[in-house]
């Protein structure tokens, strides 16, 4: 990308979409159309499953934390 695409010029998703099309040999119309320019969320399963990857979901409730912590000291709060 940063051969044909120089780092002073840069790149639009539609140039990504060309590169794309032309490494698969394949239409990638609808893959852009569902997954970038749309809020349809990505399957990560499936597709880190490409790879070999597997996807864990884990529940977690997490302690809400501030950034600040206090103290007592008898009448006054520090």
Known sequence: MYKRFPYT???TNADIQIVSEEISGS???DIF???LYST???PWKRVLSYAGLEVTIKDSIKKINLGISVQDFGEKTR
């Open 40 to 42: 349809t969320p990505l």
């Open 33 to 35: 159309t569902s997954y």
């Open 27 to 29: 239409s990638m119309k």
């Open 9 to 11: 010029k840069g790149f």
